[in-house]
């Protein structure tokens, strides 16, 4: 096999094209912004005269590139393989993903009507873009992980002779091997897949990411309500608490929770072991102020939900060589491997006390609503009040803030493989494969780039899909 | 006033107080005062031997008094051993023991020192201090007048042609974390291979002299990650200050856009991003460790890195110590600032 070029026989007239295309479109951009800062703008006339033109001349043009842009992936995909170069190759690679986002897409236009604040979320176009690069990194670490699909190469594997080889590069002897013809991306500094490696970062994330962001929004929701409702010294002492986490500078957190010696100590067990405990406390809770007055039903409720949660608290916290190695194996769900449990406690840690400020001073201010008062001369306990009554009105800023939170939580996570803390060197997650690949960045810059433009893109989109859904939960 | 400053003060010591003894339990736990022991006695030595080295050199006191010691406001240990010579904390090698002084801490300004460097904690601080000093000066000399000129062009007319463009950039800066934007910087300006090779990589040589070549990527990475937000919130403030009465007023009035907004909504639109600008600074720090680490600027946030990997207890304490009242008093003059800037607040 030979090399493969960027875009192979496509690009003779595709590149040419996508050239002209982004230079005028570049051009008429600039003019446009120029132009509508020199001719005064006549009130509700902006279709007409020359800034009109240049108006509809810039959005032609942007269709015209997008399109272009979707000819190089739709040839990919096309095309036999090798012929549209890396780039279709690629393309034909996330075949699956175009798919699920296709029919995810259709069937969720089609039905927006009757699909609440997610169908409005098609109304806009921030939004759906956002949507469709963040399911476009699920999808793809779904398919990653569960069927071994889009991945060419397994992402440990080194083949000699491959290293930080350029994109492109025919693997030796692949099809005796029966391995993949080429390194799409090139080869690493240990001669492993850089496209392998990226697509199984996309897993690390999002079995991480949204996880810990939500335990961080139960422990900041268990504890901000009642700060806001009740506030006085509980408040008092719980914002204080907050702030004195919220002052520490996050890396050297990271510095002091994620080194070996700290987790000989077992203090990450014993956080952990704090932490999760509040998503039982919240169900709990939950449950029992709703059916506090049907007491058999609550208490078959209770026992079932907080059986099965406490079932999976105890395994999640119970590992064989640490602290917590109470359970015998058979009862032991799963084990979390020790870094990783790690990670996840320390991002736990670092979100929450951000989360608890934002849900304090939501309810803070939902506290003086009427409904509360009428509730509390119903003479409602102040969890019911809480939690049934004052939370679901707090659910608009709160689901935002969440898609926000993930990206953060994804940019954390980041961090922590940037600086090597807590993940394993060979684990394939985005920070890591920077923090790999920047030590020859200014020779080799390949390793790196593609985790660090998927780091991009993702987080990207979390803020996109953030931006669309507050557009939309504003509007009614 | 008075009250309140009283009050935030207190908090603010009382926090401080809290976080470096966290910090201090953190970094004096048992399996770190282990290595320490074996990285200054000998790496084979035994349980027994690594007990009473500790022992010798004060480690073993309680935590509390270790962390009194260290303050400066517990006097420090003192020990005599078989053969008549007295050792103790604030007894330099060689020194006499009777003109020692009895305290010797944080508040004395002796912050100990560092096993990395093999020198005062003291002096590494500043010296890294003021480099990283003048990577903030400049960030702040790019990232604020930009951050604010986006913000206030993209707000003053919600939804405009300028708004858009600008909107998404300031979306796609607050996407971009530094390592991501480092790495592609360094790709697209300093890369030998394909790169158009107008920056350096390495921002070493900056240290000594700073120059346009060295000091360009390191400024941009770290300005344009906290733009985009202060940008954000600019324009929020700024559309919100559009929509008030007294613009409208204004306006039906007859006096010219640019005149209200740069006579009337400025002044009101500003105050919000003071806030955040000045909240900004934790992150920045963040930023600065990852940014220093990237292109191997030896400031404060690569000395946080090389403390922190080589265990070096003191040099880390002295880092936090540092970090910690950068943070807080960035917090307390945010307060007052907001308070003097907007004068519908009036504190009780």
Redesign the interface.
Known sequence: MEQLTWTGSLGTFLNPALAVAAAAFAVM?VL??VL?LVVPAARGSTSRGL?GLA?LAVRVLFGLLVALCLAYLVGGVVMPYGKAGIVGAISKRFLPVWIALIVVFALSITFKRRLGLYGKLFDSNIGMIGFGLVMFWVFTGLFVALFGWIATHDPLAQISGLKNKLPGVPVPGAPENGLWPHYLLGGDNLARDVFSRMVHGSWEVIQIAPLATLFAFMVGITLGVPAGYYGKRLDTVLS?LA??I???????LF???V????V??G?PSYMAAVLFIFPLVFFGVLLNSRYRTDPARRNILLALVLGAMGWVYLSLISQPGTVFAFMPAWLDLFDIPGGILVVFVSVVFVNAPTVFRIVRSLSLELATRDYVAAAQTRGETGWYIMLWEMLPNARGPLIVDFCLRI?YTT?LL??LG??GLGLPPESPDW?ST?NA??KL?????HP??PP??A??SL??G???LA?GLREESLKD | MLAFLLRRSFTMVLTAICLTFIVFVLTNLAPNLEKVAKSEAGSRITDVEVASWLEKNGYAQPILIRYGEWLGVWPGWTRTDDQGRVTGRCIEQGADPAAAPRRCGVLQGDWGHSTVFKEDVSSIVSTRLWQTAKLMLWVMIVMVPSALLIGVVAGMKEGSRLDRPLSTISILTTATPEYVSGVVFIGIFASSAVGLKWFNGSATSAMDDMTFVNFTLPVMTVALYGMGYIARMTRASMTEVMTAQYIRTARLKGVSFSNIVIRHALRNALIAPFTVIMLQFPWLLNGVVIVESLFNYKGFGWTLVQAAGNNDIELLLGVSVVSVVVVLTTQLISDIGYVFLNPRIRIS
Not at chain 1, 246 to 251: G, K, N, S
Not at chain 1, 441 to 445: E, F, G
């Open positions: 951009a446009q912004v509508s800034p108006g204080f702030n004195l919220l002052a520490f500078p996050v890396i050297l510095y002091l929770l080194t070996p010696e700290i000989l100590t203090i990206g940019i980041g961090t940037f600086f920070g920077i690949g920047r960045l200014s020779i080799y810059p790196a780039l660090a433009l780091l991009l987080v990207l979390l803020n996109l931006d």
